[in-house]
C-alpha cells in the first residue's frame, strides 16, 4: 500500500518561512493535499495539487510537488505564531476515498 | 450548511467495554470516512461507508465495526476496548466514493480514552 513519510517537529521564527517535506510511494497517487490540525481541532484542508501540477500557490502557501522524486513540500510564507499547529501531508490513490495520511509534523513558531 | 458532527466530543471507558461513536455528515454527503489518529501511528483510514455499505476498509482488527443509515449517519463501533485503541477518532464526509479530498470535510473528532 501506500507509504506517506514526513518528517515530526519543525522550529521556525516568525516571520520567517517555514517548509514541510512530505514523501510518498504511489506514483499513481492522483491528488496530494495538505491538512492542518490545531490542539483539540479536526483536520482544515490547507491546500491540495493535483498531480498533473508542478507548483501551487494559495497567499503565504506554497505547494511544490516533484514527481519523480515522490516528493512533496509546503512553504508557508512569513510565518505566523497562529501557523503552530500539526501538518499532515495526505494522498488520494484509487478510486476510493482511501487517502493515506503521514504521521504529521508539528510546526512550532518561535515569536 | 451544518459542518460534519461527531458525538460525543469525549468518552472514557474501561478496559473490555464497548463504544460506539456517531457521524453525521454534511447534508447531502452520501460517504463517510472514519479514521483513527494515535500519536505513534498517525492517523489510519478503518473504513468507508456509502449508501449504508462498506466500500473500503483499512487494517483493523474485527472488533472495529461500522454500520450507515438510509440517512447517511454513520457509527462506528470498538468491542472488548483494549488501552491501546485510546485516539482521536475522526470523520469525513464526502458526496460519493472516489470524490477527492478537495470536497471532504472532516468532524472534529471523539476522543476516546481508554483506562
Known amino acids: 500500500g501506500e507509504d506517506v513519510e514526513q518528517s515530526l517537529f519543525l522550529s521556525v521564527r516568525e516571520g520567517d518561512s517555514s517548509v514541510i517535506n512530505c514523501t510518498y510511494t504511489d506514483s499513481s497517487s492522483t491528488y496530494l493535499y495538505w491538512y492542518k490540525q490545531e490542539p483539540g481541532a479536526g483536520l482544515q484542508l490547507l491546500t491540495y495539487?493535483?498531480?498533473?501540477?508542478d507548483m501551487k500557490q494559495d497567499q503565504r502557501l506554497t505547494v511544490l510537488l516533484n514527481k519523480k522524486d515522490k516528493h512533496l513540500s509546503l512553504r508557508i510564507a512569513d510565518t505566523q505564531t497562529g501557523d503552530s499547529a500539526i501538518y499532515f501531508c495526505a494522498v488520494h490513490s484509487g478510486g476510493y476515498q482511501k487517502v493515506t495520511f503521514g504521521i504529521g509534523t508539528k510546526l512550532q513558531v518561535i515569536p | 450548511k451544518a459542518g460534519v458532527t461527531q458525538t460525543p466530543r469525549y468518552l472514557i471507558k474501561t478496559r473490555g467495554q464497548q463504544v460506539t461513536l456517531s457521524c453525521s455528515p454534511i447534508?447531502?454527503?452520501?460517504?463517510v470516512s472514519w479514521y483513527q489518529q494515535t500519536p505513534g501511528q498517525g492517523l489510519q483510514f478503518l473504513f468507508e461507508y456509502f449508501s449504508e455499505t462498506q466500500r473500503n476498509k483499512g487494517n483493523f482488527p474485527g472488533r472495529f465495526s461500522g454500520r450507515q443509515f438510509s440517512n447517511s449517519r454513520s457509527e462506528m463501533n470498538v468491542s472488548t476496548l483494549e488501552l491501546g485503541d485510546s485516539a482521536l477518532y475522526l470523520c469525513?464526509?464526502?458526496?460519493?466514493?472516489?470524490?477527492?479530498?478537495?470536497?471532504?470535510?472532516f468532524g472534529q473528532g471523539t476522543r476516546l480514552t481508554v483506562v
Open positions: 469525513a464526509s464526502s458526496l460519493g466514493p472516489g470524490t477527492p479530498n478537495t470536497e471532504a470535510f
Open positions: 447534508s447531502g454527503h452520501r460517504s
Open positions: 495539487i493535483f498531480s498533473n501540477m
